[in-house]
């Protein structure tokens, strides 16, 4: 995947909301809706038969299941493994009777659709992004309450009502909800969703919603980089050029919890945020924390399922980008740090041409590689990112 095809991606599934309009105006800034699209694109995100697309993942699934109700009378069932498809059925069902909207975790590879649309978004916003199906009953609702994350909501089958509140958008920190209570939704407004419709609802949003009718719905969940991600990175950088940084704090290493040798922590601390700042007075320094940012978010994605047959790769083979594939490559005078979801491959400096071209391209010959190689060397470094995932033969 190239930042062309992922922003493709987006752009088809916000239609007809444009993808300028979808950064400038709405991300981060407030809710958003589109209703009574009909996109067949949103809608089909989990295939043709959505319910036997989830149920037939019941090995993945019946034994994760949570769920949330707004006023509980009974508890819920207990999640639990269970032997095929019918059984999974029946789990969900005794979850519905007690009035538990049952919410599905870490959905994110269940249909290939999603798969792309979720790794599109991670290109875009250099995020892990997550994925939660939440299936409900006619009447089921939910308490109101706000996320900590970004959340676009496709409806995928059945109708909902959502709640969504008009004030500004808090974008807390993620653990900003310990021990408070639930939010006041104040002044709001309602949105009835059909299969095919999208919302877009900022981090900090208060809301809540009630099943019209039983429904099926997908949570995509993501923050994007923000400010305090950007000042993470250089402090990250500054700590791979820097002993000091990497060294204890205070004089000893229990000084912190026994509140001894507080002035040394405390120039520790002035001195450390100096060095910072001077060094991020250069445009470069920035640029290559924030690359480096980049490469541990991909190192942190799900490994790429490979293809393991290499065997018949020539120079005349046609080769693709697998449509998850990502990547960030960091090189130094001595070598090329390439990396891809859950896996980091070390490369001889020569090939950086050859590995920008292919991160470039979604498909290609392998004797359209550039660099000073043999062809022994093109083939063989495709067949390497065959093996890893990245790369597939057409």
Not at 12 to 26: A, G, N, R
Not at 243 to 258: E, K, M, Q, T, Y
Request: net charge negative; with cysteine; hydrophobic share 40%.
């Amino acid at each position: 995947m190239i930042l062309s095809t992922a922003q493709q991606i987006l752009s088809k599934i916000l239609t007809p909301c444009t993808y300028e309009q979808f950064f400038s105006d709405i991300v981060s800034r407030r809710p958003f809706a589109l209703l009574s699209g009909q996109s067949p694109e949103r809608a089909s995100m989990l295939g043709s038969d959505p319910k036997k697309a989830i149920l037939g993942e019941f090995e993945k699934y019946a034994h994760t299941l949570t769920c949330h109700i707004h006023t509980p009378k009974v508890p819920p069932p207990v999640a639990r493994k269970v032997a095929n498809a019918e059984a999974f059925q029946a789990l969900i069902r005794e979850y519905h009777e007690r009035g538990y909207t049952v919410r599905l975790p870490e959905v994110i590879d269940i249909a290939p659709q999603l798969s792309e649309f979720t790794r599109a978004l991670e290109f875009i916003f250099e995020k892990p992004v997550g994925v939660v199906i939440f299936w409900s009953e006619a009447g089921a609702a939910a308490p109101v309450h706000h996320d900590e994350i970004d959340v676009i909501v496709v409806q995928i089958t059945g109708t909902k009502r959502w709640f969504i509140s008009d004030e500004p958008a808090t974008l807390p920190n993620v653990w900003k909800g310990i021990g408070e209570g639930p939010p006041p939704l104040g002044r709001y407004t309602t949105y009835d969703v059909e299969p095919g419709d999208l919302l877009y609802v900022p981090r900090g949003t208060a809301h809540t919603v009630q099943s019209t009718s039983e429904s099926i719905h997908l949570s995509i969940g993501f923050v994007p980089v923000t400010v305090r991600d950007g000042l993470n990175a250089v402090l990250d950088h500054m700590a791979d050029l820097d002993r000091n940084i990497r060294s204890n704090i205070g004089l000893r290493a229990d000084n912190v919890s026994g509140g001894q040798d507080q002035n040394a922590i405390f120039e520790q601390i002035r001195a450390g945020l100096k060095k910072l700042s001077e060094q991020c007075q250069t445009d470069e320094f920035i640029l290559q924390a924030m690359a480096k940012r980049r490469s541990r978010m991909v190192y942190d994605l799900p490994k790429l399922k490979s293809d393991k047959t290499t065997s018949t790769i020539h120079v005349n083979s046609k080769i693709k980008h697998n449509p998850l594939s990502i990547s960030q490559l960091i090189g130094t005078a001595d070598i090329l740090d390439w990396c891809q979801p859950a896996e980091k491959i070390l490369i001889h400096p020569g090939a950086e041409q050859a590995l920008r071209f292919i991160a470039a391209n979604v498909e290609f010959k392998v004797m359209d590689i550039p660099g000073e190689l043999g062809d022994d060397v093109r083939i063989a470094l495709v067949s390497r990112l065959i093996t890893s995932g990245f790369l597939q033969a057409k």
